[in-house]
Nanobody
Framework: VQLQASGGGLVQAGGSLRLSCAAS????????MGWFRQAPGKERDFVAA????????KYADSVKGRFTISSDNAKNTVYLQMNSLKPEDTAVYYC??????????????????WGQGTLVTVSS
């Protein structure tokens, strides 16, 4: 399974970006996906996750009310809409996939596959 993340870039504080992550390959049937981020010199942190049905979503406290995760199962794609961006949102954003569909998972060890990351830079 390959995950291709895109949509990162440079944006001013208060601006918006939409990240996409397309899954391909393997024998995809149903899965759950999530977004994590890693700032320079810091550990990789959970950002948001969504279950296969879309009925369960979870967010890190730092992004609640500003970020929205969604998915298009027909396109095997998950999105992260990021609004009201802050300089502290600057990081490499990684998408991840797990074949366990029952819920939205928040720990990195619960995911089976990872994308290559896309850089988001928010200027003040």
């Amino acid at each position: 399974v390959q995950l291709q993340a895109s949509g990162g870039g440079l944006v001013q504080a208060g601006g918006s970006l939409r990240l996409s992550c397309a899954a391909s390959g393997g024998t995809l049937s149903r899965y759950a996906m999530g977004w994590f981020r890693q700032a320079p010199g810091k550990e990789r942190d959970f950002v948001a996750a969504i279950s296969w049905s879309g009925g369960d979503t979870k967010y890190a406290d730092s992004v609640k009310g500003r970020f929205t995760i969604s998915s298009d199962n027909a396109k095997n794609t998950v999105y992260l809409q990021m609004n009201s961006l802050k300089p502290e949102d600057t990081a490499v954003y990684y998408c991840a996939l797990t074949r366990d569909i029952t819920t939205a998972y928040t720990f990195s060890y619960e995911y089976d596959y990872w994308g290559q990351g896309t850089l988001v830079t928010v200027s003040s």
